[in-house]
Each structure stands twice: as structure tokens, then as C-alpha cells.
């Protein structure tokens, strides 16, 4: 079928394939189309089946031709895609380029694609990548921090008490509820911005205005108005280089009152400890364990990072809208919301503007991924069967269920292939530690190491 191709290759990792096919490819589908239709063609004047050949082709003629172009176009992909490496990428629908494409029965016919494909670079020198590795040391403000965290979790909004007049005013870490509408410049409220039983914690910044030092001091049920000024460079485009009135009334004042941190408490987090010091042993153990998971986590981006900057290549920007949109998606999981809910809230330009912001570190995530994924081919790291069934039950008894039960649960939600490219990852963490050179780094905090910066 096909007489001739050519591969053409761009900017940005795309390539452009062009095919010619055969002539006697072409007439032999169009004659197939035409002798599949006269069998039950029925036209006014002639019976099922009885249209001729010359009346089917003036009527339907093109038609036939753009089904029989779409099924060459179809088939012959099929065919090439078999045969050579630049093979589009799952996430790169290939777009045909001619325009006004139209079947031509009495040559060879001829069409481009475009597509982008999986970048290709050579891997430098992977082994013994000189890193240097945290100093951590833990100390008693990382304990009392998470204990302070601790009772700050299990802690109880109540309604705050007033002073010895019984006046109750907003201060700094009240959580309020508030009705607020903006106001035009004649003091007329704008109805389309009013906002009832609206609640947040003052000094969060929690909320669109951003009136929480306007507010402190108010008495509760106490109604006023305020004028607030943004700078041009305000995070809310709407606000930013605007002076906005408001009338804002405190409906409901609440504070939070923290539990003592003593053996109570302890006993209140978890039924597996009985004593305050129970509670600060478990602490102290998940501490020790996620500077071990971070330091070596940090010690294989290191790695990773010198390897991918001494590669070059581009990425692929069909590669780089997938990476864009499964960030986007991951955000607004962690906010508790569906990504369509999310676009509807910040708008088309917000949702734009944070792509943007997030599109440098993706860029970097992806040249990472890549350099592993060559590593691992080089290597030949794969994850074997007994592996595979050992993370299964290593999965299976963190959730406290049976090596069945997470056999069903990851295979019917077609979650195997992860837990392969897991045992696959760890793997290859192992092996570009192992022929790395560790020497000691600078000090760090616990904070500043776990990336939780107060």
C-alpha cells in the first residue's frame, strides 16, 4: 500500500511523516466502497441493488471518496507505525497538515502528519555522581513542635467569652463568620457580591478581601464599613491597583480552646498509647523516618539532576500540556475539588496564570522522569514476578486487609502496572545510590529539610 515515506523531524521533539500511497491501493478501496454500497443502494426508479454503477458514483461519488480516504489514512498509519521508531506519543493525536486533502483514484496519493514523539539523547555518565548529603540533627523543638501540632488538631471551637462587660471582639486566630458586600461609590451595595455566614480564621487571609486586620477589634453583631487599597501587584488580578468598599457585619465569633498536652491527650490520638511519653516515642520515630526518606530522596534528585544536566534535549509540548493537566488535576484533588469546579472558581485566566508558575518545576520533574526511564532501560531494572507479589503484601498489610483483597483491589482498578513502576523506581534509587559518591553536606533543620518552612 504504501510506495514511499519520509520522516521529516522539528523543533520540540515532533516529527513530520509523509506517505505516499499506492494508486492501485486507492482505486481498490474506492471500487470495494462502490460494490459494497450498490448491493443495497436504493434510489427513486430502480429496485435493491439494481442502481448503476455511473448513477451511484454522481450521487454519492465524493462521499465515497472521503470514507475511502479516511480508511487509507487509517490502514496505512496502522502499517507505518508497525515498521518505525518515531512512533507518536499516547498523549500526541497526530494531525494531518495538507489542507483541502482530497482522494485522488488516477495517482498516487500523497499526505503529512504531525506528531510529537519520545525525545531522544544520550545518557552521560550516570555512576559514581559526587552528592552531598543533609546533616540533620533532631532536636526538642522538632518534638514540641509536633506536639503543639498534636493539640492543635485535637483542639474545640467554642464560642469566645467576652471580657468582665461580657463584650466579645475579634482578635488575631478567632474564627469568625461574617456577612460582607462591596459597595459602589455612592454607597450602594452591589448585590451580586454579597456573601452571607461567610467563615474564616482571622490572620489566614482566607478570604477574598483580604480584611482580616480591618476586622480585629470588631464587637460581635457589630456592623461597619471599611475601604481597603491593593497594590498593582495584588495576587487577585480583580483587586489589584483598586480601592474597594465594604459593609461588614460579625455574626458569630469563636476561639479554640487547646487540650493540655499530658497523658489525655495521648490516649485521645490513638488508643495504642496509654502515656504522654508513648505518644512522644512515636513522634520521635516517625521524625528519625521521614529524615531517613528525605535525605535519601534528596540525595536521588541530586543524582538525577546532575545526570539530566548534562543531556540535551526538548520536551515535547504534548508531553508537557499532559504533565500541565495531571498537576492541575492533583491540585484540585488536594483541595477537595473537581478540576472543572476548580477552572469554574479561578477562571480561564487564573487557571492559566498558575500553569505558568507551575510549568518550570514540571519541566524539570519531566527531564528527570526521562533520564530515569533511559537509566532503567540501560540497566535492564525490571520488577519480577516474586517482587511484585512481595510489594502486593507489603500493600496488602499496610491497609490491614488479605494478599487476596489487594490482588483484587489494585487489579480491578488497573493500578499492577504502578506498583511495577514502584518496585522499578526503588530499585533504581538503589543502584544510582550504591554507585554514587556521599560525602557530608551542610546542616539543616528538620523543617527546612522536609520543606515546611514556618
Same mark, same amino acid.
Given at each position: 500500500?504504501?510506495?514511499?515515506?519520509?520522516?521529516?523531524?522539528?523543533?520540540?521533539?515532533?516529527?513530520?511523516?509523509?506517505?505516499?500511497?499506492?494508486?492501485?491501493?486507492?482505486?481498490?478501496?474506492?471500487?470495494?466502497?462502490?460494490?459494497?454500497?450498490?448491493?443495497?443502494?436504493?434510489?427513486?426508479?430502480?429496485?435493491? /441493488?439494481?442502481?448503476?454503477?455511473?448513477?451511484?458514483?454522481?450521487?454519492?461519488?465524493?462521499?465515497?471518496?472521503?470514507?475511502?480516504?479516511?480508511?487509507?489514512?487509517?490502514?496505512?498509519?496502522?502499517?507505518?507505525?508497525?515498521?518505525?521508531?518515531?512512533?507518536?506519543?499516547?498523549?500526541?493525536?497526530?494531525?494531518?497538515?495538507?489542507?483541502?486533502?482530497?482522494?485522488?483514484?488516477?495517482?498516487?496519493?500523497?499526505?503529512?502528519?504531525?506528531?510529537?514523539?519520545?525525545?531522544?539523547?544520550?545518557?552521560?555518565?550516570?555512576?559514581?555522581?559526587?552528592?552531598?548529603?543533609?546533616?540533620?540533627?533532631?532536636?526538642?523543638?522538632?518534638?514540641?513542635?509536633?506536639?503543639?501540632?498534636?493539640?492543635?488538631?485535637?483542639?474545640?471551637?467554642?464560642?469566645?467569652?467576652?471580657?468582665?462587660?461580657?463584650?466579645?471582639?475579634? %482578635?488575631?486566630?478567632?474564627?469568625?463568620?461574617?456577612?460582607?458586600?462591596?459597595?459602589?461609590?455612592? %454607597?450602594?451595595?452591589?448585590?451580586?457580591?454579597?456573601?452571607?455566614?461567610?467563615?474564616?480564621?482571622?490572620?489566614?487571609?482566607?478570604?477574598?478581601?483580604?480584611?482580616?486586620?480591618?476586622?480585629?477589634?470588631?464587637?460581635?453583631?457589630?456592623?461597619?464599613?471599611?475601604?481597603?487599597?491593593?497594590?498593582?501587584?495584588?495576587?487577585?488580578?480583580?483587586?489589584?491597583?483598586?480601592?474597594?468598599?465594604?459593609?461588614?457585619?460579625?455574626?458569630?465569633?469563636?476561639?479554640?480552646?487547646?487540650?493540655?498536652?499530658?497523658?489525655?491527650?495521648?490516649?485521645?490520638?490513638?488508643?495504642?498509647?496509654?502515656?504522654?511519653?508513648?505518644?512522644?516515642?512515636?513522634?520521635?520515630?516517625?521524625?528519625?523516618?521521614?529524615?531517613?526518606?528525605?535525605?535519601?530522596?534528596?540525595?536521588?534528585?541530586?543524582?538525577?539532576?546532575?545526570?539530566?544536566?548534562?543531556?540535551?534535549?526538548?520536551?515535547?509540548?504534548?508531553?508537557?500540556?499532559?504533565?500541565?493537566?495531571?498537576?492541575?488535576?492533583?491540585?484540585?484533588?488536594?483541595?477537595?475539588?473537581?478540576?472543572?469546579?476548580?477552572?469554574?472558581?479561578? /477562571?480561564?485566566?487564573?487557571?492559566?496564570?498558575?500553569?505558568?508558575?507551575?510549568?518550570?518545576?514540571?519541566?524539570?520533574?519531566?527531564?528527570?522522569?526521562?533520564?530515569?526511564?533511559?537509566?532503567?532501560?540501560?540497566?535492564?531494572?525490571?520488577?519480577?514476578?516474586?517482587?511484585?507479589?512481595?510489594?502486593?503484601?507489603?500493600?496488602?498489610?499496610?491497609?490491614?486487609?488479605?494478599?487476596?483483597?489487594?490482588?483484587?483491589?489494585?487489579?480491578?482498578?488497573?493500578?499492577?502496572?504502578?506498583?511495577?513502576?514502584?518496585?522499578?523506581?526503588?530499585?533504581?534509587?538503589?543502584?544510582?545510590?550504591?554507585?554514587?559518591?556521599?560525602?557530608?553536606?551542610?546542616?539543616?533543620?528538620?523543617?527546612?529539610?522536609?520543606?515546611?518552612?514556618?
Amino acid at each position: 500500500m504504501i510506495v514511499s515515506q519520509e520522516i521529516k523531524k522539528l523543533e520540540k521533539s515532533a516529527v513530520e511523516l509523509k506517505l505516499t500511497i499506492a494508486q492501485a491501493a486507492a482505486r481498490a478501496e474506492y471500487d470495494g466502497l462502490l460494490a459494497k454500497y450498490v448491493k443495497d443502494a436504493m434510489l427513486p426508479g430502480f429496485r435493491r /441493488g439494481k442502481v448503476p454503477l455511473s448513477v451511484l458514483e454522481k450521487k454519492f461519488g465524493e462521499g465515497l471518496k472521503a470514507e475511502a480516504l479516511q480508511t487509507l489514512v487509517d490502514k496505512s498509519l496502522h502499517e507505518v507505525f508497525e515498521t518505525i521508531d518515531e512512533k507518536p506519543l499516547s498523549y500526541s493525536q497526530p494531525e494531518i497538515i495538507d489542507k483541502n486533502l482530497e482522494l485522488s483514484l488516477d495517482k498516487d496519493f500523497t499526505f503529512t502528519l504531525r506528531y510529537d514523539v519520545f525525545p531522544k539523547f544520550d545518557l552521560p555518565a550516570y555512576k559514581g555522581i559526587e552528592v552531598e548529603e543533609p546533616q540533620v540533627t533532631l532536636g526538642q523543638e522538632d518534638e514540641k513542635r509536633e506536639l503543639e501540632l498534636i493539640q492543635e488538631q485535637n483542639s474545640m471551637v467554642i464560642d469566645k467569652a467576652g471580657d468582665a462587660k461580657g463584650v466579645v471582639k475579634v %482578635a488575631k486566630g478567632d474564627t469568625v463568620t461574617v456577612n460582607y458586600v462591596e459597595l459602589d461609590s455612592a %454607597a450602594t451595595e452591589i448585590e451580586n457580591t454579597r456573601r452571607q455566614d461567610f467563615v474564616f480564621t482571622v490572620g489566614s487571609g482566607y478570604n477574598y478581601y483580604k480584611i482580616d486586620e480591618e476586622i480585629v477589634g470588631m464587637k460581635k453583631d457589630a456592623e461597619k464599613n471599611l475601604s481597603k487599597s491593593y497594590p498593582e501587584d495584588f495576587e487577585t488580578r480583580e483587586l489589584a491597583g483598586s480601592t474597594r468598599s465594604l459593609k461588614v457585619k460579625v455574626t458569630a465569633i469563636k476561639e479554640k480552646k487547646l487540650p493540655e498536652i499530658n497523658d489525655e491527650l495521648a490516649q485521645d490520638v490513638s488508643e495504642e498509647f496509654h502515656t504522654l511519653a508513648d505518644l512522644k516515642k512515636s513522634i520521635n520515630d516517625r521524625l528519625v523516618k521521614n529524615v531517613e526518606n528525605a535525605v535519601r530522596q534528596k540525595n536521588i534528585d541530586a543524582v538525577l539532576e546532575k545526570v539530566a544536566a548534562q543531556t540535551s534535549f526538548e520536551l515535547p509540548e504534548s508531553m508537557i500540556r499532559a504533565e500541565m493537566e495531571n498537576t492541575w488535576r492533583n491540585f484540585a484533588g488536594n483541595s477537595r475539588m473537581r478540576p472543572e469546579q476548580l477552572e469554574q472558581m479561578v /477562571g480561564p485566566e487564573g487557571k492559566q496564570r498558575m500553569l505558568d508558575e507551575w510549568k518550570p518545576q514540571s519541566e524539570v520533574a519531566l527531564r528527570r522522569r526521562l533520564v530515569m526511564e533511559k537509566i532503567l532501560e540501560a540497566e535492564q531494572i525490571e520488577c519480577s514476578p516474586e517482587e511484585l507479589e512481595s510489594e502486593l503484601a507489603t500493600q496488602a498489610d499496610a491497609s490491614k486487609i488479605t494478599l487476596e483483597e489487594a490482588r483484587d483491589y489494585f487489579t480491578k482498578n488497573g493500578l499492577m502496572n504502578y506498583l511495577e513502576h514502584d518496585v522499578r523506581d526503588r530499585k533504581l534509587a538503589d543502584f544510582l545510590l550504591a554507585a554514587s559518591k556521599i560525602k557530608k553536606g551542610k546542616k539543616l533543620s528538620y523543617v527546612d529539610l522536609i520543606g515546611q518552612k514556618e
